[in-house]
């Protein structure tokens, strides 16, 4: 059985671009660009917990970076150094060789050093730290949502959790949204150009990792604000083609994880740029609530106009 | 049962000293100072592998912020930011609080922020990213050491393992020296202090986590060059003190993991330097071999004059 050192220096060592001195010391060495703002945030995905141990290694390698890079995406940061610490039950070479190809996929398409990490032995656990660059001041946070704000949605949330649901028999499918939605549970794509297009729009912006309702909670307590969600407004299209009725769409968007898209806050007089933005990006961007002042409240608007709490919680690990 | 954010809230928030933006959003916000590189690092530790299930967590909180510390330390960087990524089998608030004690005690000890992090439910597993600065260009990594260099190691190499060994059952300690030992092993102190001394000193150097033969070893490899270990100058007081036979003492010096001790490399010319910076650290350091020019030889000179390579091989995850 190869070593712990031989198996990090053949699947883990690739050239890096941004990095004086990547894997193989005790720690990495880089020096960020003048004037940057450092962001940086760290992601464990369990066996068990995040994915099915038996789940397929090259999708576990993409996705471990992947969330990581949403979460810079969300700060409208630039992703340039990834971490990796990997606990495995054994050196399983094939194993390691294809999760190595789908983490190195992602840092290819995102432009990401791997520039350390650390191996053991251990229950199957991964965990991905990411480091990237904002110009000083100019990151996007939770905090800054205001009263008359639009509430805005890339993409088509919800696809993730629906394949979740499929995979584990709670539902049946459209044949042909089988690929899609387990892509979208397996490859998210983290939105970097359109985190790095909202600098200087959006006003609050996070990834959704926990479905709409508990990350836009999130918002809410940050910014000090309400809000009401248009239940009418939000893109259940791709969730119905797939063949969800409405009320499992709706779970899945409201309360489904793992879909990574981005949900911002915007003045409404920025409306028009986010046409303009979903055509070059080629990514839809869906207006789907209005902040509001009354602290703490989250009210959906349903289709006959009244407006109720959400009764659906958001995905706690320890509830 | 509290909610993984309430208990993430109550327990890891404290005010950041380095860090704009802290725990609480997408990611982690910092300005590094001018004219610095990066130096950046992560350490996983995995109940069973690293520690017994049931430790203690306050030593535990310690001792995970302690060895990423301690890989900064080896390159002659500065700590200031940590992330830290926990599994967690149940929300058990009292060992959370306990955890974050010792992990914020060394944090408060060697400055550190804790910038952000991340929770899950999971097998016991402890993922800690530490951050620091370094004059550009003057990091000590491992590949500088040269011909003729004498090797030095910081304070009393062994003593970690020595106390592993008796929590083990494996040796008798003297009674005086258990604590000592176990302290060691559970709340090991980075040399941060000697590791910032050693900028524009030390040719190479590294923190020894494997044993001395094994990160010797390393040293040689990136260096390419060799080495003669002297056993007789070799730091052995400690060990013998607590108990130890000679024999015994040496396997824990050379083989035992666990010390974050420095082992590094100086021209022979700097050798009074290190009388006075020991005074001044109140830390001894030892001379304990000499770098030669046989790439890859590691030789152990004994005390009746022979030179042989070593037996014992350094702790490797997956042997």
């Keep these: 059985?190869?070593?712990?050192?031989?198996?990090?220096?053949?699947?883990?060592?690739?050239?890096?671009?941004?990095?004086?001195?990547?894997?193989?010391?005790?720690?990495?060495?880089?020096?960020?660009?003048?004037?940057?703002?450092?962001?940086t945030s760290t992601d464990m995905l369990v066996a068990g917990t995040h994915f099915f141990a038996d789940a397929e290694p090259e999708a576990l390698g993409w996705k471990a970076l992947a969330v990581n890079i949403s979460d810079l995406a969300a700060?409208?940061?630039?992703?340039?150094?990834?971490?990796l610490a990997l606990a495995l039950p054994a050196a399983d070479e094939a194993w390691i060789e294809a999760f190595a190809r789908g983490l190195f996929a992602c840092a290819a398409q995102f432009g990401v050093d791997?520039?350390?990490?650390?191996?053991?032995?251990?229950?199957?656990?991964?965990?991905?730290?990411?480091?990237?660059?904002?110009?000083?001041?100019s990151a996007v946070t939770r905090a800054g949502a205001r009263p008359g704000d639009d509430i805005w949605i890339t993409g088509e949330p919800g696809r993730g959790a629906l394949?979740?649901?499929?995979?584990?028999?709670?539902?049946?499918?459209?044949?042909?949204?089988?690929?899609?939605?387990?892509?979208?549970?397996?490859?998210?794509?983290?939105?970097?150009?359109?985190?790095?297009?909202?600098?200087?729009?959006?006003?609050?912006?996070?990834?959704?990792?926990?479905?709409?309702?508990?990350?836009?909670?999130?918002?809410?307590?940050?910014?000090?604000?309400?809000?009401?969600?248009?239940?009418?407004?939000?893109?259940?299209?791709?969730?119905?083609?797939?063949?969800?009725?409405?009320?499992?769409?709706?779970?899945?968007?409201?309360?489904?994880?793992?879909?990574?898209?981005?949900?911002?806050?915007?003045?409404?007089?920025?409306?028009?740029h986010f046409g303009a933005l979903a055509r070059r990006l080629d990514l839809p961007f869906t207006r789907i609530g209005t902040i509001t002042d009354h602290a703490g409240s989250l009210l959906l608007r349903h289709p006959d106009g009244s407006e109720r709490p959400p009764e659906c919680r958001s995905y706690d690990h320890f509830i």
Tied chains: 1, 2.
Excluded at 1 to 29: C, K, N, Q, W, Y
Excluded at 178 to 183: A, F, G, L, M, N
Excluded at 194 to 200: P, V
Aim: proline share 6%; hydrophobic share 50%; net charge negative.
């Design 163 to 272: 394949g979740l649901a499929f995979l584990r028999g709670e539902t049946a499918l459209d044949a042909a949204a089988v690929t899609p939605c387990i892509d979208a549970l397996h490859r998210p794509q983290p939105r970097v150009a359109a985190g790095l297009a909202l600098r200087g729009v959006a006003h609050a912006m996070l990834d959704v990792s926990d479905g709409l309702v508990g990350d836009l909670t999130h918002i809410l307590e940050a910014s000090g604000t309400g809000a009401v969600l248009d239940l009418a407004a939000l893109p259940l299209g791709a969730l119905l083609a797939a063949g969800a009725d409405v009320e499992f769409a709706l779970r899945c968007v409201l309360g489904g994880g793992d879909d990574y898209e981005l949900l911002f806050t915007a003045a409404a007089a920025q409306r028009e």
């Design 114 to 137: 791997l520039a350390g990490g650390d191996t053991t032995r251990g229950p199957l656990n991964l965990c991905v730290t990411i480091t990237g660059e904002v110009p000083a001041g």
């Design 1 to 39: 059985m190869p070593s712990e050192f031989d198996l990090i220096r053949r699947h883990f060592t690739r050239p890096a671009r941004h990095t004086e001195l990547a894997v193989g010391d005790d720690a990495a060495l880089f020096t960020p660009r003048p004037g940057m703002q450092l962001a």
């Design 75 to 83: 700060m409208g940061a630039e992703p340039r150094w990834a971490l």
